[in-house]
């Protein structure tokens, strides 16, 4: 079966640090990879989805980036963490079939 | 533009209380729709997906229905473990992307 796993469950870093976020995906080959940002009460906006390899796609002009290295490691950094930065950070993948999404646990993400 | 909204913002229900939840989106060309489940803290969990108008899934006491332009996802007989945040997604199918409403977040009280 496939899994997912996204790391580390909580972060709080300072202004102006750097940031790595790391998601895997277990059980398939060739997924679809998704970064999703909520905010409070708010619905889940999309930063970034890669069909590939090398391949990312990016949704909002940001502070963030993306990166694949390999067909099931989506990474998602930033050189300089800004206080907007903070909120609750999900990896997700698809089959590519249909986009039924299935989520990693998340990251709340705390910029002080 | 694509618009996915979702009624009530919040529900509170005593246990046993039936109620529906409202999910209408402004789309052309549906793909599916896509509902999930979310704990507070934890990333959605997948329920159902619905892919034409007429559809309904069932899963314990929710039951998803589908029209042209909404969708209702029924909760019978609510139990306190069925507390949780309901957001419901739409597939536009022209590209790889979801569009998220902001969901409803039920309590159910014992």
């Known amino acids: 079966s496939q899994t997912i796993h996204q790391w580390p469950a909580t972060l709080v870093q300072p202004v102006g640090s750097p940031l790595s976020l790391e998601c895997t995906v277990e059980g398939t080959s060739n997924p679809n990879l998704y970064w999703y940002r909520q905010a409070a009460g708010r619905g889940l906006q999309l930063l970034f989805y890669s069909v590939g390899i090398g391949q990312i796609s990016s949704e909002v002009p940001q502070n963030l980036s993306a990166s694949r290295p390999q067909d099931r490691q989506f990474i998602l950094s930033s050189k300089k963490l800004l206080l907007s930065d903070s909120g609750f950070y999900l990896c997700?993948?698809?089959?590519?079939?249909?986009?039924?999404?299935?989520f990693g646990s998340g990251t709340q993400l705390s910029v002080l | 533009e694509d618009q996915v909204t979702q009624s009530p913002e919040a529900l509170r229900l005593q246990e046993g209380e039936s109620s529906s939840l409202n999910c209408s989106y402004t789309v052309s060309g549906l793909r599916g729709l896509f509902w999930y489940r979310q704990d507070p803290g934890k990333g959605p969990e997948f329920l159902f997906t619905l892919y034409s108008a007429g559809e309904e899934k069932e899963k314990e006491r929710l039951k998803a229905t589908l029209t042209k332009k909404e969708s209702f996802l029924h909760i019978t007989a609510p139990k306190p473990e069925d507390s949780a945040t309901y957001l419901c997604a739409v597939d536009r199918g022209n590209d790889y992307k979801l569009s998220f409403g902001a969901g409803t977040t039920v309590t159910v009280r014992a």
């Open positions: 997700a993948w698809s089959t590519g079939v249909d986009e039924k999404l299935f």
